[in-house]
């Protein structure tokens, strides 16, 4: 569709999800005459006519921008269907159209709990990025060599300092277990195959640091040592916490989804910090 006056061609539209289709008048119609059919209001000719003025005023919107190459997006055409809904006097249609809209609107808002079995597309294709970030941050402990670490822990170290650092990393293998479980399971709670995706790779990425720090354990001889984490409130708390917290909320809600996410981070975040010194 274009206008020899201005040249303003418009052959594309944008869907709600970002990808561009041909513009296809006859779709436009279609949902006019729909809205029509609901009230009993209007004929075929009518919704071409109204197709028209639609279309019209896109291609006059574009030339007033100074855009040639015109790309309007779905909700805008909707806007202007309303428009010349009311401007041609077709109140009832109008309305039936405007509630119609509302009612779609609300089916697309995202209910991170409701279950989507399709694949794509995504909800949240956002989580992506985290996703990537793991892949590319793989690493395993077997292609590391820990002798001058060894030697660090056994020499160069005081025996506080000692027993911090054997702390931390037993808390961390430890606390492993239970953070790989939540990631694990996270999409029995937000069931949506990008979020399990998201967890799996999550899981599969604990699993890998609770080797890291128990492999080191054991070869400075402290394999016991899990035996003991009873003696450890902290780190006990920490995993009763997840654990409790993984079996109570059957119903999740976006408040203690959040305040998981944030546990789940800190209790690990907090011991690495504390490792890293």
């Known amino acids: 569709m274009s206008s020899e006056?201005?040249?303003?061609?418009?052959?594309?539209?944008?869907?709600?999800?970002?990808?561009?289709?041909?513009?296809?008048?006859?779709?436009?119609?279609?949902?006019?005459?729909?809205?029509?059919?609901?009230?009993?209001?209007?004929?075929?000719?009518?919704?071409?006519?109204?197709?028209?003025?639609?279309?019209?005023?896109?291609?006059?919107?574009?030339a007033a921008q100074g855009v040639t190459d015109c790309i309007s997006h779905v909700e805008i055409v909707q806007d202007y269907v309303e428009m010349v809904l009311i401007e041609?006097?077709?109140?009832?249609?109008?309305?039936?159209?405007?509630?119609?809209?509302?009612?779609?609107?609300?089916?697309?808002?995202?209910?991170?709990?409701?279950?989507?079995?399709?694949?794509?597309?995504?909800?949240?294709?956002?989580?992506?990025?985290?996703?990537?970030?793991?892949?590319?941050?793989?690493?395993?402990?077997?292609?590391?060599?820990?002798?001058?670490?060894?030697?660090?822990?056994?020499?160069?170290?005081?025996?506080?300092?000692?027993?911090?650092?054997k702390n931390c990393m037993l808390a961390i293998a430890q606390i492993e277990v239970a953070v790989k479980t939540f990631w694990g399971d996270l999409y029995k709670k937000m069931p949506k195959p990008e979020i399990g995706a998201v967890g799996a790779t999550f899981a599969e990425s604990e699993v890998r640091h609770t080797d890291a720090y128990s492999h080191l354990l054991?070869?400075?001889?402290?394999?016991?040592?899990?035996?003991?984490?009873q003696n450890f409130p902290a780190l006990i708390n920490r995993v009763s916490y997840l654990d409790k917290a993984l079996k109570t909320h059957a119903v999740m809600t976006t408040e203690n989804t959040v305040n998981l996410f944030y546990y789940s981070h800190y209790s690990l975040n907090t011991f690495h910090c504390f490792l890293s010194f």
């Open 218 to 229: 054991e070869i400075l001889g402290l394999n016991e040592e899990f035996q003991n984490i």
């Open 88 to 165: 041609l006097n077709f109140a009832k249609t109008a309305k039936s159209y405007i509630l119609y809209r509302q009612q779609r609107a609300e089916e697309r808002k995202r209910d991170i709990f409701k279950k989507r079995v399709y694949l794509k597309p995504y909800e949240y294709p956002e989580l992506y990025e985290y996703l990537h970030a793991i892949r590319h941050s793989y690493w395993i402990h077997t292609e590391f060599n820990f002798v001058s670490d060894v030697q660090d822990f056994r020499v160069n170290v005081s025996e506080k300092e000692r027993n911090v650092i």
């Open 5 to 62: 006056k201005t040249k303003v061609i418009l052959d594309n539209i944008q869907k709600r999800n970002g990808e561009i289709v041909s513009f296809d008048n006859d779709r436009i119609t279609h949902a006019i005459m729909k809205a029509m059919h609901s009230v009993g209001e209007g004929s075929e000719d009518d919704a071409k006519k109204i197709t028209e003025r639609v279309v019209h005023k896109l291609i006059e919107s574009a």
